[in-house]
């Protein structure tokens, strides 16, 4: 406690010097080098409740989390301009399924108000890898929150404060560095899970193309003054889809796994979360991809169709989805499995990167940030045709899910008939939301409307109508910040449409890199071509705000160009901020009422390991303890468990409930008495020291009346052969 006190004294001061000396001018002992960068990285642990609590993603109400199978973090970037470092940009890289707009709002006031001028909303970038395996209950619009039984607060407390952590640790980083940048290509790790949809594109556009999904890794390696590297972000469209609905321990998905593995292999002695090395793996244009490379098949035992593929257009298995799954590369071993596979993938692409020829990126740093009312949007196509978006609606087809995750009832993808659909959903939908005028059905069609969520004010908003809009600019490196999960299509249009107007423009040259980083900031759903949108699979089904959509984001981002210029001043004319949701939300989830021990000690192991046998590479180790509930403490930036190693006489902690080889599963054994147990698993992995070792697991428990207090335990001792 001594230690960790003294710790947090030191950090603490060291931040408030860098602060002090940055927001007044070239850092204190920082010799500005033309060209340079003041580049930060650090890493926060932002956790929610592992138990009890609905995932996020899936939207299934059944996905309950029982346990943790690796810890999610935020990982921040911040870039200054050496010659001018109140110009810089926070890129924030989180382990979640989406960036929200309460989220935002929380994490953009407490870094402003700890560093005035520094930190703004026009500024940071809030990135969510859109992994599934999270905990939920964190978004402030009302529909997201529906399987998680409304607002989790402990949810979004969490990934604030693990985020403004990251910030903060990164802030207290900065130094001078360089940045380059450079591709790679991936060919078996994404696939496009729409395919059909895709075709509705132009075929001269598609010829343009060699793959219908974006195969290319494009990454931005942050290095010190002298060359080596301090970490990296990656760009690369793949859906954090590897663990699917069936999984309930807590984890990060492929690109949390790409971080971990990275990092790992640049400081393998660092616990995760610890290492000074970060690795960022971000989301791109992820609309219509799947990690599940291996298609998608019917698993209908005893029908005729099983083990076939799914009908294509519309992904059913005897005329309904259920059945219908995407295969991961490690299908016939495990969901972890495939998600590792993945993982690597995306890991040995940006070491290619990273040890390969690569471009320097050099020139100033600028961010532009506007708030724009989706719901009343109106423009002019390139044509002159007058057009406008719409208030948020969603689609038959969102109904009829992917095939990442299937839907329920009768609902298919790639319906957008005029056809009566079942009048027990043209009943219901009435009752859920209310119906749509003819106004609101002419504006999204030819999306036949399930849910009219834009019209849903009761008891708040059931889905956003004002969205943030940014860009980031670190020289000829320009990121989009999109609040929506764009197709591979609806992306390259994107891309394509504002490097070429950052070229025209004179703001950039021929060597724009110009990336897609989503979904960020508000979780406005998806985006679509006009195409996609007509062939109403669950992208179209689910892009709210009608077929102009792509196009809206299109023009305004282009118009806001002139503001990433060098010499630029001002800032554009924006729409109101989006109303705070959070105030009004509605909570169902009980908490915690108290643990016991059932006449044992917190801690007691029930189950020992094996205390006569020789464990091996690739056996799994167990122990089941007298648990309490983890909700009682999230132990951010600590861990459940530990693996530890007999060195020397000394027990030395190896593993944490943050390595993929490691799982905490928590179990109610009796809510009326209040009873639990833990169990804690380790899978050993290969070139692990042969010797003795224990698991050692650390809980929290709650009295009826009284205050949590700590416990620990431990397993007998085992050895490893």
Same mark, same amino acid.
């Given at each position: ?295 998608? &098949?019917?698993?209908?035992? %005893? ?5 076939? @593929?799914?009908?294509?257009?519309? $992904?059913?298995? #005897? *005329? /309904? ?57 109106? &423009?002019?196509?390139?044509? %002159? ?5 719409? @208030?948020?609606?969603?689609?038959? $087809?969102?109904? #009829? *899910? /992917? ?319």
């Amino acid at each position: 406690m001594l230690y960790d006190t003294m710790a947090g004294v030191v950090w603490y001061m060291t931040a408030f010097l860098a602060s002090t000396s940055l927001f007044n001018g070239t850092p204190m002992g920082f010799q500005v080098v033309s060209g340079q960068y003041l580049l930060g990285l650090g890493t926060g642990d932002i956790t929610g409740p592992v138990v009890e609590t609905n995932m996020m993603g899936y939207a299934s109400s059944a996905q309950t989390d029982t346990g943790l199978h690796m810890r999610q973090r935020s990982r921040a970037f911040i870039i200054a301009d050496a010659s001018s470092p109140s110009n810089r940009v926070v890129f924030i890289n989180a382990d979640i399924a989406m960036g929200d707009t309460g989220v935002r709002r929380s994490i953009v006031s407490q870094l402003s108000s700890q560093f005035s001028g520094l930190y703004t909303n026009e500024n940071i970038a809030f990135v969510g890898t859109h992994q599934h395996s999270g905990v939920g209950g964190y978004l402030e619009n009302l529909l997201p929150q529906i399987t998680s039984l409304g607002y989790v607060k402990q949810t979004a407390d969490a990934i604030v404060a693990g985020t403004v952590r990251a910030v903060q640790r990164a802030h207290a980083s900065l130094a001078p560095g360089k940045l380059s940048v450079g591709n790679t290509t991936i060919l078996d790790a994404n696939i496009n899970r729409s395919p059909t949809a895709y075709l509705a594109n132009p075929a001269s556009e598609r010829a343009r193309y060699q793959y219908d999904q974006d195969k290319e890794m494009t990454v931005l390696r942050f290095d010190d003054n002298n060359g080596n590297a301090r970490g990296l972000l990656s760009f690369f469209a793949v859906h954090g889809t590897s663990l699917y609905e069936n999984n309930t321990l807590v984890s990060t998905d492929n690109k949390g796994m790409a971080a971990y593995l990275y990092e790992a292999w640049v400081e393998p002695n660092s616990m995760p979360g610890n290492a000074t090395f970060v690795a960022g793996f971000t989301q791109s244009n992820v609309g219509d991809t799947s990690p599940n490379t291996l298609g998608a &098949f019917c698993e209908s035992p %005893g029908k005729d169709w099983d083990g076939l @593929p799914c009908e294509s257009n519309h $992904s059913t298995c #005897g *005329g /309904t989805v259920q059945d219908c799954h995407g295969r991961g590369p490690g299908f016939r071993i495990s969901d972890f499995e495939s998600n590792r596979i993945i993982g690597d993938k995306q890991f040995r692409a940006a070491q290619a990167v990273m040890n390969g020829p690569r471009t320097p990126v050099s020139g100033a740093v600028r961010s532009v940030h506007m708030y724009m009312n989706m719901s009343t949007h109106t &423009f002019k196509l390139p044509n %002159g045709t007058q057009v406008s978006t719409c @208030p948020a609606a969603m689609g038959y $087809s969102f109904a #009829g *899910g /992917t095939t990442d995750g299937p839907g329920a009832f009768d609902f298919i993808q790639g319906d957008n008939s005029s056809n009566p659909q079942n009048p027990f959903w043209e009943i219901v939908k009435g009752a859920v939301t209310p119906l749509p005028s003819a106004e609101q059905k002419a504006c999204q069609d030819p999306k036949p409307i399930l849910l009219n969520t834009g019209y849903a004010h009761t008891p708040y908003e059931w889905a956003p109508s004002t969205v943030d809009v940014q860009m980031l600019r670190v020289g000829n490196f320009v990121m989009l910040i999109m609040p929506g999960e764009l197709t591979t299509m609806a992306g390259r249009r994107m891309r394509g449409a504002l490097r070429a107007q950052l070229i025209s423009s004179g703001v950039l040259g021929s060597d724009a890199y110009v990336v897609i980083a989503g979904p960020a900031n508000t979780y406005a759903h998806y985006v679509t071509t006009r195409e996609e949108y007509g062939v109403q699979r669950y992208e179209g089904a689910s892009t709210i705000f009608g077929q102009y959509t792509l196009e809206a984001y299109i023009d305004k981002y282009s118009s806001l160009v002139p503001l990433l210029a060098d010499n630029a001043i001002g800032t554009p004319a924006t729409d109101p901020a989006p109303v705070d949701q959070t105030s009004k939300a509605i909570s169902l989830q009980t908490g915690v009422v108290f643990d016991s021990a059932g006449g044992k000690k917190f801690g007691d192991v029930l189950i020992d390991v094996n205390k006569t046998a020789l464990y091996h590479a690739g056996d799994t180790v167990s122990a089941q303890f007298v648990g309490a509930n983890p909700r009682n403490n999230l132990r951010l930036e600590g861990t459940f468990l530990t693996v530890d190693q007999l060195v020397s006489g000394q027990w030395k902690a190896i593993r944490s409930d943050s390595h993929p080889s490691t799982t905490y599963q928590w179990l109610r054994t009796n809510t009326v008495t209040g009873t639990s147990t833990v169990t804690i698993s380790w899978t050993i992995e290969s070139g692990t020291p042969a010797g003795t070792y224990r698991l050692s697991y650390f809980g929290d428990s709650k009295p009826l009346i009284g205050s949590i207090s700590a416990f620990s335990a431990t397993s007998s001792s085992f050895t490893v052969a």
